[in-house]
């Protein structure tokens, strides 16, 4: 796979290992579970971390700016998915705005 699908993919991949690894501290934390769960979590991250080199830019700052929007996207995906707690219209008209700024951060003309 090559192009604009792997990017795609390489960002969303690396939303959800950085979701799946932040939820780990927060299970820990604040839901009182082993602290085991921070193993899985460390390297949920160090994988995060792993994808976002994958994203052909020379800068990383592009590379993260742009992240931030799927990062925001897959976030509300989880809040809905896992946590049970629909979106509203503030959380979709937020997502939206966020993907029109990630899109112009990666497919401006340089």
């Known amino acids: 796979m ?4 792997r990017t795609i993919f390489t960002y969303f991949g690396a939303a959800i290992a950085e979701i799946a690894g932040c939820f780990a501290f927060w299970a820990w ?3 009182d579970k ?3 769960w921070l193993v ?3 390297a949920s991250l160090a994988l995060f971390a792993y994808l976002l ?3 052909d830019s020379a ?3 592009r590379v993260y700016a742009a992240y931030g929007g799927v990062y925001i996207a897959a976030s509300l995906t ?10 509203d219209r503030w959380d979709i008209t937020g997502v939206a705005i966020c993907f029109i ?3 112009i951060i990666i497919a401006g003309p340089r």
């Not at 989880?78 to 979106?87: A, N």
């Open 29 to 31: 934390l604040k839901l």
């Open 101 to 103: 700024g990630a899109t």
């Open 53 to 55: 080199t994958f994203i």
């Open 40 to 42: 899985p979590g460390m």
């Open 59 to 61: 800068a990383a700052g």
């Open 78 to 87: 989880w809040l809905w998915i896992i946590e049970g707690i629909r979106p």
């Open 34 to 36: 082993s602290i085991w």
């Open 2 to 5: 090559e192009g604009p699908m």
